[in-house]
């Protein structure tokens, strides 16, 4: 199949995704009240899968019940921010210095985010829910990482850390508590699972600080992988697939949960059958990391319409997310980091920024209101901005940085193959008469 027939079977493939979601979601009358009972209709569209409020689980139970019920949520997202380093592991020189540069950007950003939440927004009582916030912060800013990932200097991800939290906070405030989108009728922003705040905060951040970094020298990185690597990251993206329900409904009150659950994974399953079609169309064989970052598209972007929506219109969105995704990892990635001048090292744009819209604007169409668009212009507009005075921040403070340290983590560790021998040539390089230089943990 010649270049133009895969384009041409991957539009085709896209169209009949679109046309399925115009006709399962549009609605079909365009005066206010019927626009209105529409989003009434989404509204309870899925309201059979509710948790009756007359059982156990539901919304009217205890604080306690309900702060056990989102212990496991907060573990699972934890475990969740870990394997998003994992995804992102595959340059065989920079293993290591991404699992380290994970640890140090959540350790800055979660201290700094709960210290905001305390000391200026006066959130005394660390409940689950705040611990929620504060690692989906972290998680945020974990993603957004993966735009410049290798081109600065390690104790930088904890600089990054710290200053992104302010901006989170911002982002949060906006979408959940800001009164101007109300004052000026616009309406009230549908985000519970986080298209906006989280996918395309990272994303448009990243490209922020990827944009004042402007480090030209990553064209000619090869980013050689290894098997082994990139089996890390099938491992983490499947991993990733099962945990996201506690992502996505984690705020959510008990008995939305069961439908946010099985939402999340149609949409995912939806992702994972298009992205391999796309893959195979466009390219013949699947590349796996495109597959593995693909067929996440729809969990991304089935987080604004999370409750909007039936199973079945939850599949139609991930079966258009993972066809856009994909085509965005073939073709706009190279195109958009031409016209920029630098590289989107791990494709975040491609999944959290392409996904993130994907969600904005299925809640335009199935409610008839503008204000996802809208909300999601200024975030998107506002995180670039800060972003850049960000890493300007960080070029400023790099210092210098040689070809041998981009996407290199040799200068951050120690590698050898046996550290209680180097541990004991050290002693006796410096003490050569000393021949019973002890062990690592001895006196």
């Given at each position: 199949?010649?270049?133009?027939?895969?384009?041409?079977?991957?539009?085709?493939?896209?169209?009949?995704?679109?046309?399925?979601?115009?006709?399962?979601?549009?609605?079909?009358?365009?005066?206010?009240?019927?626009?209105?009972?529409?989003?009434?209709?989404?509204?309870?569209?899925?309201?059979?899968?509710?948790?009756?409020?007359?059982?156990?689980?539901?919304?009217?139970?205890?604080?306690?019940?309900?702060?056990?019920?989102?212990?496991?949520?907060?573990?699972d997202i934890w475990f969740m921010l870990m394997l998003v380093?994992?995804?992102?592991?595959?340059?065989?020189?920079?293993?290591?210095?991404?699992?380290?540069?994970?640890?140090?950007?959540?350790?800055?950003?979660?201290?700094?985010?709960?210290?905001?939440?305390?000391?200026?927004?006066?959130?005394?009582?660390?409940d689950q829910s705040l611990m929620i916030r504060g690692v989906i912060c972290s998680i945020t800013v974990v993603i957004g990482i993966g735009v410049f990932l290798g081109t600065i200097k390690m104790w930088q991800y904890l600089l990054v850390g710290v200053l992104f939290?302010?901006?989170?906070?911002?982002?949060?405030?906006?979408?959940?508590?800001?009164?101007?989108?109300?004052?000026?009728?616009?309406?009230?922003?549908?985000?519970?699972?986080?298209s906006i705040m989280v996918h395309m905060c990272a994303a448009y951040f990243g490209l922020g600080v990827l944009l004042a970094l402007r480090e030209k020298r990553?064209?000619?990185?090869?980013?050689?992988?290894?098997?082994?690597?990139?089996?890390?990251?099938?491992?983490?993206?499947?991993?990733?697939?099962?945990?996201?329900?506690?992502?996505?409904?984690?705020?959510?009150?008990?008995?939305?949960?069961?439908?946010?659950?099985?939402?999340?994974?149609?949409?995912?399953?939806?992702?994972?059958?298009?992205?391999?079609?796309?893959?195979?169309?466009?390219?013949?064989?699947?590349?796996?990391?495109?597959?593995?970052y693909a067929m996440l598209a729809g969990p991304v972007a089935i987080g604004s319409p999370l409750l909007l929506v039936d199973q079945w219109g939850a599949l139609v969105i991930g079966l258009v997310a993972g066809a856009v995704s994909a085509l965005a990892f073939v073709y706009l990635q190279p195109w958009l980091c031409k016209k920029m001048g630098a590289v989107d090292v791990m494709g975040v744009h491609n999944l959290h920024g392409v996904g993130g819209w994907i969600g904005a604007l299925s809640v335009v169409v199935i409610t008839g209101e503008l204000v996802n668009a809208v909300a999601a212009v200024c975030v998107a507009a506002l995180v670039l901005v800060l972003g850049a005075v960000v890493g300007l921040i960080v070029r400023f403070t790099r210092g210098k940085m040689t070809d041998e340290m981009l996407f290199s983590d040799d200068a951050d560790f120690i590698k050898t193959e046996d550290p209680s021998q180097t541990y004991i040539q050290t002693k006796?390089?410096?003490?050569?008469?000393?021949?019973?230089?002890?062990?690592?943990?001895?006196?």
């Open positions: 199949m010649d270049a133009g027939r895969k384009k041409l079977a991957a539009a085709i493939l896209v169209v009949a995704c679109l046309a399925l979601l115009c006709i399962t979601l549009v609605p079909t009358n365009s005066s206010q009240e019927d626009i209105a009972a529409n989003q009434d209709i989404a509204l309870s569209s899925g309201e059979e899968m509710l948790t009756p409020s007359d059982e156990p689980g539901s919304s009217d139970q205890s604080f306690t019940d309900d702060e056990m019920s989102r212990y496991s949520k907060n573990m380093a994992f995804l992102m592991i595959f340059i065989r020189k920079f293993e290591w210095g991404v699992a380290l540069a994970t640890l140090l950007v959540t350790a800055g950003s979660f201290l700094s985010y709960m210290a905001i939440q305390q000391f200026y927004f006066g959130a005394d009582i660390w939290a302010p901006i989170y906070s911002l982002v949060e405030w906006f979408l959940t508590a800001a009164p101007y989108l109300n004052d000026l009728g616009i309406g009230t922003v549908t985000d519970p699972g986080g990553a064209f000619k990185e090869p980013m050689y992988t290894t098997t082994h690597s990139v089996t890390f990251v099938w491992l983490a993206s499947m991993l990733l697939f099962i945990l996201w329900p506690s992502f996505v409904t984690s705020l959510l009150p008990a008995d939305q949960v069961t439908w946010g659950l099985v939402t999340c994974y149609m949409s995912g399953i939806g992702s994972i059958i298009t992205t391999y079609i796309i893959l195979e169309i466009t390219q013949k064989k699947v590349n796996p990391l495109i597959y593995t006796l390089d410096e003490d050569p008469t000393n021949t019973d230089a002890p062990g690592p943990g001895t006196a």
